[in-house]
């Protein structure tokens, strides 16, 4: 049910929203952006509305005909009023993206007809209008006359939007995020703002603003554009909070000036102090031929390096630059991986599960654990330094200052130390963990995902781990979060010790920040390992072939009323598993016609919340296989979701198989199949018999692959 929202609540939300400039950022504002503010609150409520209700819009460029709201006392006369006072202007006053965002196809024509034929327009796409105009206002200036008089500009937008990216820390962030907030579609963390500002100084401020602003509009310049903005003064920045606007703009316009100007681009690209900015200008200014110059940044950089994933690079690069080494460093870890597993080919879309599968028949225990094992070991043992001891600037952050700036350690290094000090026993440290976790339970954090599997491989690791080995990442990570706060192994496994293994497939590539991860890894104590995969019809894995009958085809609101599933292992059928099922509704006489079901037949069934459990384990570590897979799989997962259970498995589909093995048959119905191969069906349409004769067709299938790889 839709929340209705309370008169003038707009303009509610728009004075909380300046309120906050009362606080600890009040004196990082522009003479504009002042000025806005007491200008806005001389004004009357009602024209107060009018320039909220514009503000909330998405683009500078509003349609005035719709603003006729009940809360607003002569709403055009309003406008009229705010226009003679400067709030309003016309579309002369607007960018063309704007435009773009507002006006329709059939505006933009209209518009374009101020400079003569609109003959072929009406076939162009509205992005290629949008650029034909653009085209014209540069050749030709804005028309003197528009039609189009009831668009106007908010001539406030640029003290507004510099106001928004105070507040909320980029350029994409509107006001609706209020509304969002009190609908409930968006979750805040209040309960950890502080009065604490986002940048340092009022000139770091304008210095961050200049970059997120241009860096937003990147999109819309055209080459001359372009290079006019690459020969602006360039504000020096103070702080990391600055520091970062500065380097993503100055990285994303180095890009672009890279399609057409390289040397222009180079310039502009060793003016950043990102990672990637300085990868890529050492890459481009070594096929440029500078190898010297090339040669003695790399070399500060191993010197003095400014990230492990800069070094990681930069040694990397410099080996096979300079002393000739033939392979990178990624490439010599893929080679020389610790071991290689032959893992069965309809794992191929989630190798990591296939694996876990794997040991998991081996008797070995597994966890999936990628990044989240270690961000939520991060976050739950330091939530009271991040959360507490750091504050948010508003609610709508996610990230503490602290994370964002990359100084967490140098801000809270005493409170760090003195908690692991504490926590001088695995006892103690899970303790802590579990009552972190039950304390703040649900609460937006933007390091993981709450879920009731959150804790149990984190014990695993606590149990089975090393305590100072934990320790020792964990203030890795503390130190350079921005770069170690992913590229982390896949899977942790419990082997009688505990490891780590990246899991690659073929073609699979090991990035750099998995090859830094897994270094700092072992320099902290753990055992990492680099696992290949190589795709085989493994006769360990076991095959369910599963069919269900239903009351009807759309899993939405229909519901199973027979589950029969087949089991095998090397070909061979080792167990089976039928039930009817109570769909709790009445069957169509049309399905118990089909499938011979009746209601009167599964008013004693079980429900399917009986029987999830058996279904769970009898498919589990298995490959899901029916006949058309999609519908039998969809329907099993949709009755798990009611339950508030993911079911996930792979999947395999015999009409897809016998396409594969046997092409060119009239049809691959399973009614068909069966004929055309003289395979028993028992009674089509009721689940057992028809899983069963699937599985024969999957054994035909796998029977002529293996003709065909000897």
Known sequence: MRKDLPPRYYLTHFHEFLRFFDGASGHL??????????????????????????????????????????EISLPQQQIDSLIESGWFGDLSHASVQDMAGVLTKDAIIELMATYGSTQGLSALTKSKLVERLRQEIALHGWPDRFSLDHYLVCLFD??????????????????????????????????????????????????????????????????????????LPFPDVQSVSAAFYRDQFIYALGMKLMEFDKLKALDILKLAQSDK?????????????????????????????????????AEDFYARKYHKKRTSTVTDMLRNASKSLDIDVSQNQQVERGVLAYYARQGVQGWRTENRLWRSLFGLTFWQQLYEEDTLVTEFDRRPLSLKQNNFYTKF??????????????????????????????????????????????????THGELPTIFNLLRMMSRDFENLRDGFPDIMVLDNTLRFEEIKAPGDQLRRNQLVSIQRLQQAGFEVAVTTVNWVRDPAQPYVVVDIETTGGNNSYNRITEIGMVKLVAGEEIAQYQTLINPMRRIPNNITRLTGI???????????????????????????????????????????????HT???????????????????????????????????????????????????LKLAFEKDDESST
């Open 277 to 313: 900015a300085k990868e890529k200008w050492l890459r481009e200014t070594y096929k440029a031929g500078d190898t010297d110059a090339v040669k003695q940044h790399l070399e500060h950089i191993i010197d003095n390096p400014q990230s492990d994933t800069l070094l990681a690079f």
């Open 413 to 462: 290094e005493n409170s760090i130390e003195s908690l692991l000090t504490a926590l001088n026993s695995k006892q103690k440290l899970r303790h802590h963990i579990h009552k972190m976790a039950t304390q703040h339970y649900g609460k937006v954090n933007s390091l993981f995902m709450w879920s009731s599997g959150l804790l149990a491989p984190l014990d695993a690791l606590i």
């Open 158 to 231: 640029n003290a507004l939007r510099f106001l928004l990216f105070v507040y909320f820390g980029n350029t994409k962030s509107r006001l609706n995020q209020f509304s969002m907030r009190d609908l409930g579609v968006m979750r805040t963390r209040s309960d950890s703002v502080g009065n604490s500002a986002r940048f340092d100084s009022k000139e770091d401020t304008e210095a961050a603003w200049f970059y997120a602003d241009r860096y937003s509009k990147l999109a819309y310049y055209d080459q001359a554009a372009l290079l006019g903005v690459a020969k």
């Open 29 to 70: 504002l522009t003479e504009q952006a002042n000025t806005f503010i007491t200008r806005f609150c001389a004004l009357d409520e009602d024209k107060q509305c009018i320039v909220v209700r514009a503000a909330n819009r998405k683009y500078a460029v509003i349609d005035r005909s719709q603003f006729n709201y009940a």
């Open 598 to 644: 009746s209601d009167e037949m599964v008013a004693s069934a079980p429900v399917f919340a009986d029987v999830a459990e058996d279904i769970n384990a009898f498919t589990e570590d298995a490959v899901f296989v029916a006949h058309n897979v999609n519908f039998d799989y969809g329907f099993i997962k949709q009755e798990f979701a009611r339950l508030e």
């Open 647 to 697: 079911y996930r498995r792979p999947k395999m589909c015999t009409v897809r198989e016998m396409r594969r093995t046997y092409p060119g048959l009239t049809s691959y119905s399973l009614a068909n199949l069966t004929q055309h191969f003289d395979i028993k069906m028992e009674r089509h349409h009721r689940a057992l018999s028809d899983a069963k004769a699937a599985a024969e067709l």
